[in-house]
């Protein structure tokens, strides 16, 4: 890990740039693991909420996987379509849709790489306690600053790096 970040100006061009490396990283590993398992990254988020909750509603999976319900729905979809979950609805409410894996799904899953690389767990790990904690206080702040059901209406325009 760099430490460039101790010295460096406490800025928004700055974190706008770690965001940017964030996202390349991200979308470098995410290729990388569909290329492997055939599977997105959210499909795989999906297929973990599933095994997670037994016989999972969509509202549920959608929360869990924090991710829309439309998209969560438009992702069960495609996964039931290859025979990866298995989706049924509810005798007692029939709005309800729960979902679970299937074999080839559970497969799948057990074979599915890490959505981060290893590395990164063993040099999180590797911190002190307080600044782990500072990290994911900062992560959800700034997670809570982007998240587009919070941004006031107009406030949208700001820094291009």
Request: proline letters at 6%; one cysteine or more; hydrophobic letters at 45%.
């Amino acid at each position: 890990m760099s430490r460039q970040n101790e010295t460096a100006p406490a800025d928004p061009v700055t974190v706008v740039r770690s965001i940017r490396r964030i996202v390349r990283a991200m979308d470098v590993r995410s290729k990388r693991v569909a290329r492997e398992t055939g599977l997105t990254i959210p499909q795989i988020v999906v297929l973990q909420a599933v095994r997670d909750f037994e016989a999972a509603t969509t509202a549920a999976i959608s929360r869990h996987a924090n991710i829309s319900a439309a998209t969560t729905v438009t992702i069960l979809e495609k996964l039931e379509a290859r025979g990866i979950v298995e989706r049924h609805r509810s005798t007692v409410d029939r709005r309800i849709v729960h979902s679970r894996l299937t074999e080839r799904g559970r497969a799948l899953l057990a074979e599915a790489p890490p959505l981060f690389h290893e590395a990164f767990f063993a040099r999180f790990g590797e911190l002190p306690p307080e600044e782990q904690a500072t990290i994911v206080r900062a992560f959800c702040t700034v997670a809570d600053i982007l998240d587009p059901d919070k941004v006031p209406v107009g406030t949208e325009a700001g820094i291009s790096v």
